[in-house]
């Protein structure tokens, strides 16, 4: 497979300088983002195989962020890494569509796993709508 | 008071009292989790440096100073939110007490600002007088300044400063905290009786553009 490419949403600076760097030394093109909305528009002009994002932010949180991000990119696979998972926020997290909600301090080899895996599903649901978007045009021209 | 409501008064006190004890731990135990989080990948990445460098790459000198640094600095912070946490914990050691209101306000402050950080609220304390003490209960004054803040806060999309001050004479002390109106408000007789768990009272006023909530303190007599 291609270099994964990872986005790091936290406002925590220091967090994701940390992590962002651990993950380049194991070959990742990651970059990171201290705010929901700037996470929204990063996606915009870049393809990212998963989203790393924090549910405790000031202003967009992670759920609004996360709902904002699938809105335009319904395959985006994201993660939640998060001081405290409650299970009420686990559950709407995961309803919502993120992939996987994990807590902090987490490792990086299962960080990394789950990036791996997300890159995967993501591919596999791009060529899915691919095949669609090819069957729905044969059965118009009645091919 | 007739026996009935009083004890529906003190249970709501005491639900309050735990839901804003919790609040507050809450907050604390997130901030703190994240400085462990932050020396936690310090220390994968200390390790992913030394693997490095017996794998023959170069040991590279300053970026250790630079992560000798940062983790010495969230250590500090670290120490300092354990600190203001232990402080607040203490606040219920003693019903009522001789209280330093500038710096329990400072304090507290501190406590609240992850809370005001969610809404970008910017808390700004000022004070009038650096001593200024008062016969008060520290915990339940803590959690009328709570109210107040949260009220405000839940009146707030996003952004905008909350001003705090604190002023006074020997009789009496004065904190004035801006209030951000809104469908939310406090409830009335629920603040009337927590002032006087505070041997003080509380009153709304306008001052020019904003409206300003005072607690006088003087003490009980």
Redesign the interface.
């Given at each position: 497979m291609a270099q994964e490419r990872v986005l790091l949403v936290d406002d925590e600076t220091e967090f994701t300088e940390l992590l962002a760097e651990r993950m380049r030394n194991r070959e990742m093109d990651v970059d990171t983002a201290d705010s929901g909305e700037k996470a929204i528009e990063m996606v915009k002009n870049k393809y990212y195989d998963a989203i790393i994002l924090d549910l405790s932010m000031p202003g967009m949180d992670g759920i609004e962020t996360l709902n904002a991000i699938l809105g335009d990119n319904p395959d985006q696979q994201v993660i939640f890494l998060t001081g405290y998972a409650s299970v009420p926020k686990t559950v709407e997290a995961l309803k919502k569509g993120a992939v996987e909600f994990l807590e902090k301090p987490a490792d990086i080899n299962q960080l990394i796993d789950l990036v791996r895996e997300a890159q995967i599903k993501k591919a596999e649901l791009f060529e899915k709508r691919a095949e669609d978007s090819i069957e729905k045009l044969k059965r118009g021209k009645s091919w | 008071m007739n026996e009935k409501p009083q004890r529906e008064f003190e249970q709501q006190i005491l639900n309050d009292s735990l839901l804003f004890f919790g609040k507050i731990t809450?907050s604390v135990?997130?901030e703190l989790?994240?400085v462990?989080?932050?020396i936690?990948?310090?220390g994968?990445?200390l390790d992913?440096l030394l693997y490095?460098a017996q794998q023959g790459g170069e040991i590279p000198h300053e970026r250790l100073r630079t992560i000798s640094d940062?983790l010495s600095a969230?250590i500090e912070r670290g120490v300092r939110i354990i600190k203001r946490m232990n402080t607040f914990a203490h606040t219920v050691d003693d019903p009522i007490k001789k209280v330093d209101i500038p710096n329990l306000v400072d304090t507290f402050c501190k406590l609240m600002q992850r809370l005001t950080?969610?809404?970008?609220v910017d808390l700004q304390v000022e004070h009038q007088t650096s001593m200024l003490q008062v016969d008060t209960s520290p915990f339940f004054l803590q959690m009328l300044i709570f109210n107040i803040i949260q009220v405000s806060l839940q009146n707030t999309e996003?952004g905008g400063t909350l001003c705090i001050s604190t002023s006074g004479t020997e009789e009496k002390a004065l904190i004035e905290i801006d209030r951000i109106a809104g469908k939310y408000d406090l409830d009335p007789d629920f603040v009337i009786k927590l002032s006087d768990k505070i041997g003080g009272k509380l009153e709304l006023i306008k001052k020019g553009e904003k409206e300003l909530f005072i607690i006088e303190l003087s003490g009980f007599n």
């Open positions: - | 809450a135990s997130h989790n994240n462990l989080s932050i936690d990948q310090t994968g990445l992913d490095n940062k969230q950080g969610l809404k970008k996003t």
